[in-house]
């Protein structure tokens, strides 16, 4: 058994945990009101109603949803406040936002839209204190075991899509460069348990339907001035390579035509054995990227990540995709050995010239056993040292 965490999951390395969570606290609520628990059909949900408004359900550590006021009707509100009630306000970008083009430095912090207590900076504001220009972060695509996208607990799309605009206007308004990982999640995953990739039988029509979606996030994004997106981070991992070669083509042409920050991937490194581009030795097709997300969390640097990374390089170089940057770096336990770990790192940073281009270093969520975090540890010196 694998433990559900409000970030993600070493892919790489010898001892790896599951896959990330993103969002999770959205679509899989389940705690207590007080002293007594809820039971997961009755589990209040974003924009369902409620009845005394201050009550509140709290899951530890993840946030609590609050009865609250909203058009005059009392509904369970998320820790940003929102409900599930869509407004042409909270679609609304700020004002005055501009896209950045220098190097991005900071963390990749998959759980940070929603929880961001989860992860070692508890704000956007003190990433960017800390000296810190950048977050990695992943938007939660929920679908159900039909093969269709859910966004019911959510309100509905459109409101899913507001909610998302609010939290990704945020991060641009204190100051930060935004990355992006769309992320697929079945809406009835248990928690503490890794959901895994979806089943096969669906995922061509679960494909479709994010092909679908595509149009719509790629226009909110645009107006939140995002600078980096990957329609399916580590897509070969949930929907398998063969899929994740035919369709992320299709969805980075769709992507374009809207947004005009950089279009990327971000490959799953995998391990001999797992079905992933390396451990296949299939080459990726990058066809109209802008950019190159490499994942190394291999503390050790090991040959076969190397290999498997320097063939992913190598692909892009081939493909003719202009920029390679660190989009996470580092592994989720915290190493045996740090110095070893630490100068593995910095040497994966200049063997794909990273300095120039960017480093987003893995910030794991605290809830997870012996997680390795950014603030105050090694990590942190080693990106304040490239800032």
Request: proline share 6%; with cysteine.
């Amino acid at each position: 058994m694998k433990f559900r965490n409000m970030g993600r999951v070493a892919t790489n390395g010898p001892a790896g945990w599951g896959a990330c969570i993103g969002m999770a606290i959205a679509l899989s609520i389940s705690g207590a009101s007080g002293a007594q628990a809820v039971s997961p059909s009755a589990q209040p949900q974003p924009g369902a109603s409620c009845t005394k408004a201050g009550d509140t359900f709290t899951v530890p550590g993840r946030g609590t949803l609050t009865c609250k006021k909203v058009k005059g009707k009392l509904v369970w509100t998320t820790p940003d406040g929102a409900s599930g009630t869509a407004s042409a306000a909270s679609c609304k970008a700020p004002k005055g936002l501009t896209r950045s083009t220098v190097r991005p430095i900071g963390t990749r912090a998959p759980a940070f839209l929603l929880s961001p207590e989860e992860h070692s900076y508890g704000s956007a504001a003190a990433i960017k204190a800390k000296g810190f220009n950048a977050i990695n972060t992943s938007i939660l695509i929920p679908y159900n075991a039909k093969g269709e996208l859910d966004f019911d607990r959510q309100g509905g799309k459109a409101a899913w899509l507001c909610r998302l605009s609010s939290q990704i206007g945020a991060l641009k308004k204190a100051g930060l460069q935004v990355l992006i990982e769309g992320e697929l999640q079945a809406v009835d995953s248990p928690r503490g348990v890794e959901p895994g990739p979806v089943p096969e039988g669906i995922r061509a029509r679960i494909a479709q339907q994010v092909t679908e979606l595509m149009p719509d996030l790629a226009k909110m994004l645009e107006r939140n001035k995002v600078e980096y997106f990957a329609p399916l981070g580590e897509s070969e991992k949930w929907i398998g390579v063969d899929l994740t070669q035919s369709t992320y083509p299709t969805w980075v042409s769709i992507v374009k035509q809207s947004f005009k920050g950089k279009v990327f991937a971000q490959i799953f490194t995998g391990v001999p054995g797992q079905q992933a581009f390396g451990p296949l030795g299939l080459t990726p097709n990058l066809t109209g990227l802008d950019a190159l997300g490499i994942v190394f969390g291999d503390w050790s640097c090991s040959a076969n990540s190397l290999a498997y990374t320097d063939a992913y390089v190598a692909a892009a170089k081939a493909q003719s995709v202009g920029t390679i940057l660190l989009s996470e770096l580092g592994g989720v336990t915290i190493p045996p050995d740090t110095a070893a770990a630490q100068a593995c790192m910095l040497s994966i940073v200049d063997r794909y010239g990273a300095r120039t281009t960017g480093v987003l270093f893995m910030d794991n969520s605290k809830s997870m056993p012996g997680a390795q975090q950014v603030e105050g540890s090694w990590p942190e010196t080693l990106l304040l040292g490239l800032s």
